[in-house]
C-alpha cells in the first residue's frame, strides 16, 4: 500500500546473452508498436502514393519497431497501394549491430540498411532532406561511449533540443520525428518536447496509446514505469 509499483518482466534473453545487460522489458514491445504504427501512419499520409517511404532509426535494440517498421505496408494493406518501406538503421553496439545485419540479409537488397557506430557521427554522413521519418529512444550518449574524452563543458540548453536541431536537417518537408517519450525527471517528456523542440517544426502531435489495442497491461515487480504512466502512454510527433 501506498508504493507506485511499475510494470514489465526483464528484456528478452536473446538480447541479454548478447550485450549482457538488460536491454528492453517485455510492456515496452507493444509501446514501441504503437510509436512504429503512429509514426509510418504520419508519414505516408504526407506522401502522394505508390511511393517508398525513406525510414531511419536510431538504435536496433532487439530490432522490435524496426522490423515493425519494415512490416507496415504489408500489415497496414499499403503495400496494395504500391508504399514500400527503405529502413536504415544506425546501431551503436557492435554486437547488437551484427544481430541487425542478420536481419537485412532476409529482405531484398536495399531494404534494410546498418550504419555501425554513434549517431552523432554517422548523421552528417547521411543526406538532408530525404528521410519520410525517424525513429528515436533516446539515450544520453557521452564521450566515454564513443572512446573519447570530454572535451566540451555542459551547459543548460536541453539535450533533446540538440537532437533534434540534428534530425530537422534530415527530413524532407512533411518529415515525422517520432520518439520514445517516458521521462523520468520533474517534467514529462512531451512536455519538454512541447516547450523546447516543437517550436522548431511545423506541427506537433500528441496521440494516446490505446492501451486496450496494444494490450499494455501493468504489472508488478519493476519500477521502471509507474503504473499511472502505463496506463497514459502518449505518442508525440514532430512534424518538419
Known amino acids: 500500500p501506498g508504493v507506485n509499483l511499475g510494470f514489465g518482466n526483464p528484456g528478452h534473453p536473446r538480447i541479454q546473452r548478447l550485450v549482457n545487460k538488460n536491454h528492453c522489458q517485455d510492456w515496452e514491445w507493444p509501446y514501441m508498436y504503437a510509436l512504429a504504427d503512429t509514426g509510418f501512419e504520419l508519414a505516408r499520409g504526407s506522401r502522394i502514393c505508390p511511393c517508398t517511404l525513406r525510414v531511419l532509426e536510431i538504435g536496433w535494440g ?85 572512446g573519447e574524452p570530454q572535451r566540451f563543458e555542459t551547459w543548460g540548453m536541453p539535450l533533446t533540443l540538440l537532437d533534434n536541431l540534428l534530425f530537422y536537417r534530415l527530413l524532407r518537408p512533411g518529415g515525422v520525428v517520432v520518439q520514445y517519450a517516458i521521462s523520468h525527471g520533474p517534467s514529462t517528456a512531451t512536455d519538454l518536447l512541447r516547450r523546447y523542440v516543437a517550436p522548431l517544426y511545423t506541427d506537433f ?17 519493476n519500477r521502471y514505469a509507474t503504473t499511472h504512466q502505463a496506463r497514459s502512454l502518449e505518442v508525440p510527433a514532430l512534424i518538419k
Do not use: C
Not at 544481430?99 to 531484398?108: F, R, S, V, Y
Not at 554517422?122 to 529512444?137: K, M, S, T
Not at 502531435?205 to 515487480?221: A, F, M, T
Open 62 to 146: 532487439e530490432g522490435i519497431s524496426g522490423r515493425r517498421l519494415l512490416a507496415q505496408p504489408a500489415l497496414t494493406g499499403a503495400a496494395q497501394h504500391g508504399v514500400e518501406v527503405q529502413y536504415e538503421v544506425i546501431e551503436l553496439h557492435p554486437v547488437v549491430a551484427q544481430d541487425a545485419l542478420k536481419e537485412a540479409k532476409k529482405h531484398p537488397h536495399g531494404r534494410m540498411l546498418v550504419h555501425e557506430g554513434p549517431w552523432q557521427q554517422v548523421f552528417p554522413r547521411l543526406p538532408a532532406g530525404q528521410y519520410d521519418l525517424i525513429f528515436h529512444d533516446p539515450y544520453n550518449l557521452t564521450p566515454r561511449d564513443m
Open 205 to 221: 502531435q500528441l496521440r494516446r496509446v490505446d492501451v486496450g489495442r496494444y494490450g499494455i497491461q501493468p504489472e508488478s515487480g
